[in-house]
């Protein structure tokens, strides 16, 4: 076994080397995140170190993410569920609810794996983001429905609550800024991908607004009003 200490620069370096070994015999390596790092006579360069992480560590990352599992369902299932109580109110209510949807499922990084499949020309990678796409916001959705349908019925929200809510116009006509924004949030959140930002992905997910999306589209068919779903 043979350890190697390496600065976020140096990782594709050891990685390469890692791969010429193979010439050899087998080889498997692993990585680590160091939490701190106490070096005075190598302070410099510690300090001026990037921010980057490997492929291989965002692929990893992704995978444990982005898996469909039972917790993974589950939790988009809540998110959709919470989302859909954001349609029935207004104001800082509405924004409490659906910021928290957008926190509580994990809906990023799953679409996050396509592209990163694509640019690693592992094609595997990319079938397994579409279906966790897929059945992620299928059950969404679902939750979303089945929510709606349970305040519907608990005189707690009506279809015409739904329709003349605000964010349900602005998910259905947006316009040239609210695209803008999807696309910069797009953007940053491949980039907090690939520098490891784990703990802030939620925000390029919240400026997505997927989340509602795929929201309103369960609650839409249950509301009578399948259109709005497409």
Do not use: C
């Amino acid at each position: 076994m043979l350890v190697v200490h390496a600065l976020n620069r140096d990782a594709d370096r050891v990685m390469r080397l890692t791969d010429e070994a193979r010439s050899e015999g087998q080889v498997s390596a692993t990585t680590h995140e160091l939490t701190s790092i106490v070096d005075p006579e190598h302070e410099r360069e510690v300090a001026n170190d990037v921010d980057e992480a490997l492929w291989e560590e965002s692929e990893t990352s992704l995978r444990h993410q982005g898996r469909t599992t039972s917790n993974y369902l589950a939790l988009m299932a809540f998110g959709g569920a919470v989302a859909a109580t954001g349609f029935m109110v207004t104001g800082s209510s509405q924004t409490i609810s659906l910021i928290a949807a957008s926190v509580i499922a994990p809906g990023f990084e799953p679409l996050a794996k396509v592209p990163m499949g694509l640019a690693l020309g592992r094609w595997a990678v990319v079938g397994r983001g579409l279906v966790s796409v897929g059945v992620g916001y299928l059950t969404l959705a679902v939750g979303a429905a089945l929510a709606f349908a349970l305040l519907r019925l608990t005189g707690v929200g009506t279809a015409e609550e739904f329709l003349g809510n605000s964010e349900t116009k602005v998910l259905t006509d947006p316009t040239l800024r609210d695209i803008l924004l999807s696309s910069f949030a797009a953007l940053a959140g491949m980039i907090m991908v690939v520098a490891y930002r784990r703990s802030v992905i939620a925000g390029p997910l919240i400026a997505l607004a997927i989340v509602p999306a795929a929201a309103m589209a369960g609650i839409a068919l249950v509301a009578g009003e399948p259109e709005l779903a497409y």
